[in-house]
């Protein structure tokens, strides 16, 4: 195979067919598009000089957290399922290795359209090396366990922003009729007589990829199974419509209870990934914080109807063109504090919570921010304070005296939606801010850096030139 590496923020796109391949052993990689840096590059770095307002249109890509469950959901059958509008960054990478580790095939006829067959998936188990990097890679076990009666998933990893345990997904597998065991850091569930069982399932507290996991597995189950206290994010329903196209039979997705009537087998599908919700919070806020005007297109603000509020009463103008298209500006009268708390769907999420911080540096007041849904995001309060902001924080409430003029400086990335508070940060700020670690904001914004510069951003990716050593080795 050759490698051929094209920036992941490169000015051009690939034209035409791409076909990913990545081997078993991960040895060798094939792209025609930047995803190979992506792979290969994770010591870059931004270099950002900001105090530059940002003027154009900007499009949303398709949603990440939405991609990865309806991707892992390809595994419930062995007829094709073509998915559109995925988007290009390194979470979605990760999933397509572990779905070709298991055994399927991949391709990739066009840009953002994955063709996805798992006939002969013949392995049951997502390696740790594989979820260590992507907490996500969880959701192959809810299919795994309903097609094939068994399924090993490492204990996942991710973001280190707290707890995020599994033990919800566990037990209403469990309830389904499967035997879960805890072996050398692996998930072992397997369902005795070939098939799980429908049932009634109440969720302690609300958990999106355990909604997930669990209407994926009740999907191919004996009988119908209820979800109660089920998640009710937009990716949920986006989920609950692909199966439903797949032959699945569910009801009162997007409510806090989902009906799910188990079918004998799924089928093929074609479906359209919906937009990415945070990327069109980020970039609302990004037009807010620089005193600059976007047009944001190909988003849903439905999905984001509490954030829309919350930017609003902060300042924020934002003009509804169309259903798919937002125009935001600062208010004339400029910025000002206000309080929000993180809660889950459909009040103010927790991925918006770092950006939102971001904006209140710049607001006229004090500002309190809480967090109720992870117990260790406020990491990036410590960077922005580097650069002036004043911040402290108590528990899980941070309080934001503003505004406060922000300086460049070198600060490090702790987590996807932390990167993007800090590039959020910078791009407000006077002089020159180096930004570490940034592999964690290519988990999920496609190529951010391109996108930026062409909205008027000084925005710039500097590589360590880390390639593929230790994978051709």
Known sequence: MIFRQKHLDGNAEPEGSVIISVSRSYKTFESEGPIASALFTQMD???????????????????????????????????????????????????????????????????????????????????????KTMRASVLALGPLLARFGQAKVSLPGGCAIGTRPIDLHLKAFEQLGATVSLESGDVVARAPKGRLVGTDISFEKVTVTGTENVMMAAALADGKTVIHNAAQEPEIEDLAELLNKMGAR???????????????????????????????????????????????????????????????????????????????????????????????????????????????????????????????RFMHASELIRMGADITISGNTATVRGPRHLTGAPILASDLRASASLVLAALCASGETLIDRVYHIDRGYETIVRKLRSIGADIERITDNLAAEEDEA
Do not use: W
């Open 45 to 131: 770095k931004f270099l950002v000089r900001g105090g530059r307002p940002l003027r154009g249109k900007i499009e949303i890509g398709g949603a990440k957290n939405s991609a990865l469950p309806c991707l892992a959901a390809t595994l419930l059958t062995a007829e094709t399922v073509t998915l559109h509008n995925v988007p290009y960054v390194k979470d979605l990478i990760t999933q397509r290795r572990l779905l070709e580790d298991l055994g399927a095939t991949v391709l990739t006829p066009e840009l953002r359209t994955h063709k996805v067959t798992a006939n002969n998936v013949q392995l049951f188990e997502a390696p740790y090396h594989l979820v």
């Open 250 to 376: 569910i009801n009162g997705a997007g409510t806090p209870t989902m009906e799910i009537d188990g079918v004998e087998a799924l089928g093929g599908a074609q479906h359209t990934i919906i937009p990415d919700r945070i990327e069109t919070g980020t970039f609302i806020v990004a037009a807010a914080i620089t005193g600059g005007e976007l047009e944001v297109k190909g988003c849903n603000p439905d999905h984001i109807r509490a954030v829309i509020k919350e930017l609003r009463a902060a300042g924020v103008d934002i003009e509804e063109l169309n259903p798919s298209t937002l125009f935001v500006r600062q208010s004339s009268g400029g910025l000002k504090a206000n309080d929000v708390t993180t809660e889950p769907h459909p009040l103010f999420p927790t991925d918006m919570q770092a950006q939102y911080m971001a904006l209140m540096t710049q607001a006229k007041g004090t500002s309190k921010i809480t967090e109720t849904i992870f117990e260790n």
